[in-house]
Structures are given as C-alpha cells and as structure tokens.
C-alpha cells in the first residue's frame, strides 16, 4: 500500500492510493471491487499522478540538496534547540538510511527555543507556506501541536519530542538561496534588545546609535513605506516606528525613534545611498 498524494503526484492537487500485489487472487478481488463500486481512481486525478510520477525523480533530487542546505543552516542559529534530517551524521538513523535509500528525503523538523519564537516564524513566513501537506513542489512548514498530531494526548506528543516549538518542513523545489533569505528574514525580525546592542557594539537601545542603525536596517526593508511617506502618507512613517518598538521590544523611547526616523527620510539624499530619500 503506497500514498499516491504526496511526493508521488507531487503538486498538493489530488488524492491517491496504490495497492500492489503478486498475487492473482487478491488482484482479481480488488479489481471487482473498483469495477462494481466505483472505489477507483477518477480518470483525470490518474492523470495527475501519471505527471507527477513523470518528474519524481528531478524532483526529489531538488528538494532533498534544499533541506540539506536548510538543515546545516538551522544547525547554526542559536534559536534552534534541535534539527531532525536523517541526512544529518548525528542522526540516529544515519547510517540505515545510507544502506536502504539513495537519498534522504525532503522533510525536515526542527525545535526552537519557545512557543513564541515558533508562533513567530509561523506568522511571518510569505513564500514558504503554512499550510498541512508534504511532498509537493513548494516549501511548507506545519506545526505539529494544532495540525499533524492535535488529536494525539500531549503527554504522548511530549514523549515523542513534539512540544509547542515543534515545527516541520517539507522542502519543495524552489531555489534554494530564496528559501535560506526567507528564513534569515524570518529568524532576523525576532530582535533581543540586549543582544542587538551587544553584537552592534553599542551602549544602549535608547542610544541615537543603537536606533539609528536598526533605523537603516528597517528602511532598507520597507521601501514601500519610504515612498508612501515622501508622497504625504504620515501613517508610513507610524509604521515603521511601529516596527522599530517592536523589535526593541519597547525598551526604546517611541518619541526619539519618532525624530530620528523623519529625519533620516526627510534628509536630502546627496549620493546613491538607498536608506536617502532623492
């Protein structure tokens, strides 16, 4: 018995099964249960999986060197507690892996340090898509505790390692560099105050250098925002404070962030720096 919905049909547009025997008995039972109730497969949901089994192979190539790339990148953030990969060496499976397959797949789970933090990159991931499904061309992420095991009791989803800052991947066919930017965008929006400071050498978050330079970083993200506010639209400017407070998690002070930012977009700009308006 084999899932035909998943990496077999490959685009999240069909559902499918296959039952496979050798033996000519039950072959011809199965056959006269698909003949007289109509339990077979549609014409046109055949088709489907008829291409998707066409591209199997290319796909699985692709989307199994992304979660590769995805999982050494985990491995390096400080916010991830735990990355499970089979074709990571430290996984317990490693090596059985290596004998019975020629590859290590595409789906990929991941811990992180809270719920929070996890809730977080659920909310802020755009091409990667938070929806339940596995196995088709494009990234997407599920969170086990409401989704994939909401039914199984938590002290059993505890046991078995799925907490609330469990997150799973199944890794599609995009580029890969595209899923890696989406991810540092993701992780880098999550700012401790304290650590940004640290890392920046600066003194303190109310500091006009700590807040100017997060100031630039925040423009340079949202020039959408720079345009509206130099066509008149003063909200622009109330949300890019916006998202400077919360990224300092308002240890700054609102009214200096204010001031700082008009500035910085009022000022003329004299060379091609992008952070200047023209």
Do not use: C
């Not at 919360?246 to 009022?266: D, F, I, Q, S, Y």
């Amino acid at each position: 018995m084999h899932s035909g919905t998943k990496f077999l049909g490959g685009h999240n547009d069909t559902l499918a099964g296959f039952l496979v025997t050798n033996r000519a008995d039950i072959s011809e039972k199965l056959r006269f249960l698909i003949k007289t109730t109509g339990s077979g497969l549609a014409p046109f949901d055949s088709w489907l999986i008829l291409r998707g089994i066409k591209t199997l192979g290319i796909r699985m190539e692709q989307a199994q060197k992304n979660a590769f790339k995805i999982a050494e990148w985990l491995k390096t953030k400080s916010a991830v507690t735990r990355v499970i990969y089979p074709g990571l060496p430290d996984h317990p499976g490693y090596e059985i892996m290596k004998k019975q397959a020629r590859g290590f797949g595409s789906m990929l789970t991941f811990q992180l340090e809270s719920r929070e933090f996890a809730l977080s990159v659920l909310e802020k991931v755009r091409m990667i898509k938070f929806a339940e499904s596995l196995g088709g061309v494009e990234t997407l992420i599920t969170y086990p505790t409401t989704q994939t095991h909401a039914d199984v009791p938590k002290e059993i989803r505890e046991r078995n390692g799925i907490t609330e800052a469990t997150l799973r991947l199944s890794v599609g066919i995009e580029d890969a560099q595209d899923l890696l930017d989406e991810f540092e965008k993701v992780f880098a929006e999550d700012v401790d105050p304290e650590k940004y400071v640290e890392d920046h050498g600066l003194k303190t978050v109310n500091d006009e250098g700590a807040l100017r330079t997060l100031a630039e970083e925040v423009i340079a993200k949202n020039p959408k925002a720079v345009e509206d506010f130099k066509g008149g639209k003063e909200k622009a400017l109330g949300a890019l404070v916006g998202q400077i407070m919360k990224a300092m998690k308002g240890k700054a002070n609102p009214g200096m962030v204010n001031e700082l930012l008009r500035e910085m977009l009022n000022r003329n700009q004299t060379d091609r720096n992008p952070l200047r308006n023209k």
